[in-house]
C-alpha cells in the first residue's frame, strides 16, 4: 500500500545517508569511495522509482542460502530511442542483423535505411546438413535422444579430418552428451577433446582456445564442445584449417523460465501476438546459430561441412546465413548419412585447406 511505500522510501533514503558518510570517510582515508550499503540503497530507490512501470520486471530467485532480487528493464526500443536522437546518424554493421526491419523496430530509430550486402561464399565453401529425426526440444535431453546425437556426431568425425567443434544449445544438452559418453567417443576417435564449461576463467578459455587452435598446425585433430550462448560460439576466429567443420546440438532457444517467459509477454504486449514471439524468442536463437556458424568461414579460401542437428531448423533456413540457404540438403540423423554426405562435399576437392 502507498503508506507501506512510503515508510519503506524513507528508511532507505535514511539508510542512504549512512552509506554516504563511509563514502566520504574513505575519500578522506585516501581510500576509494566505495559503500555497499550505498549500493544496495541505490538499488532499492530505483526499484521504488519503477514499480508499475510496463516493461520493468522484478524477479526474486533462491541460491542455496541467498535470496537474489534483480530489476530488469526489457524496454530496449524505449530505452535507446532517446541515445540515437543524440547523434547525427548512427551506422550498424553486422552478419546477424537481418532482418533489418525487424532489428530497427526493437531498437528504436525514428528513421533508417537498410541494405543487405551479400556474403562472397557459394556452394563450393559450405555444405549445410539438416538432420531428421534429432531434436533438443523438450525440458530436458532424454538418454536416447543423447545416444542419437552421439551416434550423428560419430559419423561427423569420421567425415571431416580436421578441427571440428561441436555447438551444443545449452550447457545443460553439453552435459547431456557428457553422461552418454562424448569425451570418450572423440578419444576414441584419435582427437584431442577441449571442452568449455560454465563459469570458465578468461586463462582457462584463452588456454583452451590456443590449445585446440594449435591441433591445426601440428598434425592434431582437435574438437572443441561448446555452447552456442558460450564466448567461443562468438567470440573467436578460426581462419583456415583452424575450424572446418561445426555440428549444432538443438536449435538455442532461452529455456521457458519466469523470465523469459516474461520477456515474451511483454514483447507481445508492444508488437503483437506473432512478432513479439518471433523478436523475443525466435530470432535470438537464430542469432546465436548464425554466429556460431560464422566461427568456421573467415575468408573466401576456407570451406566447413555445417551439420544442423535438430529437425526444427527446416523452418528456419531463411533467417540463417545465406551460405547455408545456397548449399543445403535435409538428411537422416544417423551416422551413416551425415558421413557420406560429408565426405562426398570434400571429396570434390574445390581446394586444399590453407
Given at each position: 500500500?502507498?503508506?507501506?511505500?512510503s515508510?519503506?522510501?524513507?528508511?532507505?533514503?535514511?539508510v542512504?545517508k549512512?552509506?554516504?558518510?563511509?563514502?566520504?570517510?574513505?575519500?578522506?582515508?585516501?581510500?576509494?569511495?566505495?559503500?555497499?550499503?550505498?549500493?544496495?540503497?541505490?538499488?532499492?530507490?530505483s526499484?521504488?522509482?519503477?514499480?508499475?512501470?510496463?516493461?520493468?520486471?522484478?524477479?526474486?530467485t533462491r541460491?542455496?542460502?541467498?535470496?537474489?532480487?534483480?530489476?530488469?528493464?526489457?524496454?530496449?526500443?524505449?530505452?535507446?530511442?532517446?541515445?540515437?536522437?543524440?547523434?547525427?546518424?548512427?551506422?550498424?554493421c553486422?552478419?546477424?542483423?537481418?532482418?533489418?526491419?525487424?532489428?530497427?523496430?526493437?531498437?528504436?530509430?525514428?528513421?533508417?535505411a537498410?541494405?543487405?550486402?551479400?556474403?562472397?561464399?557459394?556452394?563450393?565453401?559450405?555444405?549445410?546438413?539438416?538432420?531428421?529425426?534429432?531434436?533438443?526440444?523438450?525440458?530436458?535431453?532424454?538418454?536416447?535422444?543423447a545416444?542419437?546425437?552421439?551416434?550423428?556426431?560419430e559419423?561427423?568425425?569420421?567425415?571431416?579430418?580436421?578441427n571440428?567443434?561441436?555447438?551444443?544449445?545449452?550447457?545443460?544438452?553439453?552435459?547431456?552428451?557428457?553422461?552418454?559418453?562424448?569425451?570418450?567417443?572423440?578419444?576414441?576417435?584419435?582427437?584431442?577433446?577441449?571442452?568449455?564449461?560454465?563459469?570458465?576463467?578468461?586463462?582457462?578459455?584463452?588456454?583452451?582456445?590456443?590449445?585446440?587452435?594449435?591441433?591445426?598446425?601440428?598434425?592434431e585433430?582437435?574438437?572443441?564442445?561448446?555452447t552456442?550462448?558460450?564466448?567461443?560460439a562468438?567470440?573467436a576466429?578460426?581462419?583456415?584449417?583452424?575450424?572446418?567443420?561445426?555440428?549444432?546440438?538443438?536449435?538455442?532457444?532461452?529455456r521457458?523460465?519466469t523470465?523469459?517467459?516474461?520477456?515474451?509477454?511483454?514483447?507481445?504486449?508492444?508488437y503483437?501476438?506473432e512478432?513479439?514471439?518471433?523478436?523475443?524468442?525466435?530470432?535470438?536463437?537464430?542469432?546465436?546459430?548464425?554466429?556460431?556458424?560464422?566461427?568456421?568461414?573467415?575468408?573466401?579460401?576456407?570451406?566447413a561441412?555445417?551439420?544442423?542437428?535438430?529437425e526444427?531448423?527446416?523452418?528456419?533456413?531463411?533467417?540463417l546465413?545465406?551460405?547455408?540457404?545456397?548449399?543445403?540438403?535435409?538428411?537422416?540423423?544417423?551416422?551413416?548419412?551425415?558421413?557420406?554426405?560429408a565426405?562426398l562435399?570434400?571429396?570434390k576437392?574445390?581446394?586444399?585447406?590453407?
Amino acid at each position: 500500500c502507498a503508506g507501506s511505500l512510503s515508510r519503506f522510501s524513507g528508511v532507505v533514503d535514511a539508510v542512504k545517508k549512512a552509506g554516504v558518510a563511509v563514502r566520504r570517510r574513505r575519500l578522506e582515508e585516501g581510500r576509494a569511495p566505495r559503500s555497499s550499503l550505498y549500493r544496495l540503497c541505490c538499488f532499492w530507490s530505483s526499484v521504488v522509482e519503477s514499480l508499475g512501470t510496463e516493461g520493468i520486471a522484478f524477479l526474486a530467485t533462491r541460491e542455496k542460502r541467498n535470496l537474489l532480487v534483480e530489476m530488469w528493464d526489457m524496454r530496449a526500443s524505449e530505452s535507446l530511442r532517446g541515445v540515437w536522437r543524440g547523434f547525427y546518424r548512427c551506422v550498424f554493421c553486422s552478419g546477424t542483423l537481418r532482418p533489418i526491419h525487424a532489428f530497427a523496430e526493437v531498437i528504436g530509430p525514428e528513421r533508417y535505411a537498410g541494405k543487405e550486402i551479400p556474403s562472397f561464399f557459394t556452394e563450393k565453401n559450405a555444405l549445410s546438413l539438416v538432420t531428421r529425426g534429432l531434436t533438443t526440444e523438450g525440458e530436458e535431453l532424454k538418454r536416447e535422444a543423447a545416444q542419437a546425437y552421439l551416434s550423428a556426431i560419430e559419423g561427423f568425425l569420421d567425415a571431416v579430418d580436421f578441427n571440428v567443434a561441436i555447438f551444443s544449445a545449452s550447457y545443460r544438452v553439453q552435459q547431456a552428451l557428457i553422461d552418454e559418453g562424448l569425451r570418450e567417443l572423440i578419444e576414441r576417435k584419435g582427437r584431442r577433446p577441449f571442452f568449455e564449461y560454465q563459469g570458465m576463467s578468461g586463462r582457462a578459455s584463452r588456454e583452451t582456445l590456443d590449445g585446440f587452435k594449435a591441433c591445426a598446425y601440428r598434425g592434431e585433430k582437435g574438437t572443441l564442445c561448446a555452447t552456442m550462448t558460450g564466448r567461443f560460439a562468438e567470440g573467436a576466429d578460426f581462419p583456415g584449417r583452424e575450424l572446418e567443420g561445426v555440428f549444432l546440438v538443438g536449435v538455442p532457444f532461452d529455456r521457458l523460465t519466469t523470465r523469459t517467459k516474461l520477456y515474451i509477454e511483454y514483447y507481445k504486449r508492444v508488437y503483437g501476438e506473432e512478432k513479439g514471439t518471433f523478436y523475443s524468442y525466435i530470432l535470438p536463437a537464430l542469432r546465436r546459430v548464425s554466429q556460431s556458424l560464422g566461427r568456421a568461414l573467415r575468408s573466401k579460401e576456407d570451406r566447413a561441412v555445417f551439420v544442423l542437428g535438430d529437425e526444427r531448423y527446416r523452418r528456419f533456413i531463411t533467417l540463417l546465413p545465406d551460405y547455408v540457404q545456397r548449399n543445403w540438403k535435409v538428411v537422416e540423423g544417423d551416422k551413416e548419412a551425415i558421413k557420406r554426405e560429408a565426405q562426398l562435399f570434400w571429396a570434390k576437392g574445390w581446394h586444399k585447406p590453407a
